[in-house]
């Protein structure tokens, strides 16, 4: 056991429901998602961003659209789809069990 | 990425006079990412093709890879182009160090996803090249004794062997003198030794670089 992996291990778990409660609140642009995680902290470099955004794209969790950008090629734009707002809902309540469940024990 | 041409870039604007008086002249290179065009200094090309390469490699099981590095691609575009300027108009390393920083080597997004899975060292590629630096005639026999990790004597006089009766191995020297690429550059260097190719031995082998030149150039 060491705790450097355990805290990643944790990170880990929670970084797609991040990604997906980011996309949630606007249709955004990979920076803009990288900006919102990094000021949380929880992610350190952006590589980790990319692959996570296509698996979910793929899983059916995201769509994206094109948007032309006048700093250059147009950009993707991510937002979620009906699919991907569900298992947002259930994150969202499986997050909350969770935070109530280690306050229970906390406080013991 | 793709490299487009190659061409002597000599600036001699008098804002850059005293930044040109330290660097000399440089090549650079002229790129295309994510569908921008960017100059850049051919050492920092050289690094980030390794770098672009080495990544593709980590993501190469990933369903989906080629979206993956178009994705970040795209995003190396808009970091170098926040770090270029009309005063400053080639990429360099420097700026090519920072970019691999922000985005992470493989290592970096493997420890930051928390995947469990063994850290994936960038393995290089392990190609035959003719060795320019050790060679006596067109650098084969030090080639392929870089290849092996032998001493380059023991393959030369193996040739010298087999050339003694017909000259099989004069015929057997030429074919790969001719089949066989030159290891011109740094990352050629590096995969003809086999090493793994990573920032480290690159920084070694592109500082051993410069001394050479510098040394030839007596600087």
Redesign the interface.
Same mark, same amino acid.
């Given at each position: 056991m060491n705790v450097e %992996?355990n805290k990643?291990?944790?990170?880990?778990?929670i970084?797609e429901y991040c990604i997906l409660l980011v996309i949630s609140g606007n249709s955004c642009y990979?920076?803009d998602i990288i900006n919102k995680l990094k000021e949380a902290r929880v992610?350190?470099?952006?590589?980790?961003l990319?692959?996570?955004?296509?698996?979910q794209? %793929?899983a059916g969790l995201l769509s994206y659209r094109w948007e032309e950008s006048s700093?250059?090629?147009p950009?993707?734009y991510y937002e979620l789809t009906d699919q991907g707002r569900e298992y947002l809902a259930e994150l969202d309540k499986s997050w909350d069990e969770l935070v109530e469940s280690v306050k229970l024990i906390r406080k013991k | 990425m793709v490299l487009n041409f190659l061409y002597i870039f000599a600036d001699d604007t008098t804002l850059f006079k005293k930044v040109l008086y330290e660097k000399k002249m440089k090549i650079t290179v002229s790129i295309n990412i994510g569908g921008m065009a960017f100059h850049i200094d051919e050492d920092a090309y050289t690094e980030l093709k390794i770098y672009l390469r080495n990544l593709d490699r980590y993501f190469a099981k990933e369903p989906g890879s080629a979206e993956i590095m178009a994705d970040i691609e795209a995003r190396i575009a808009d970091l170098l182009k926040a770090r270029i300027n009309d005063y400053k108009q080639v990429v360099t390393i420097q700026d090519v160090r920072e970019v691999i920083n922000t985005l992470g080597t493989p290592e970096d997004i493997s420890d930051d996803s928390g995947s469990g899975h063994e850290r994936l060292g960038s393995i290089g590629y392990h190609r035959m090249y003719r060795d320019p630096d050790n060679r006596i005639i067109a650098g084969v026999c030090s080639g392929m004794a870089a290849y092996w990790r032998i001493d380059p004597w023991i393959v030369r006089v193996i040739f010298i062997i087999i050339s003694l009766p017909g000259g099989l191995g004069i015929l057997i020297y030429v074919i790969l003198w001719i089949v066989l690429p030159e290891a011109k550059t740094t990352a050629q260097k590096i995969e003809m030794k086999g090493e793994p190719v990573n920032i480290h031995n690159i920084k070694d082998s592109v500082k051993q670089e410069f001394d050479n030149v510098k040394e030839k150039m007596n600087l």
């Open positions: %992996n990643a291990q944790m990170r880990k778990g970084l990979a920076s992610i350190v470099v952006e590589g980790t990319y692959p996570l955004l296509t698996r794209k %793929n700093q250059g090629p950009r993707k | -």
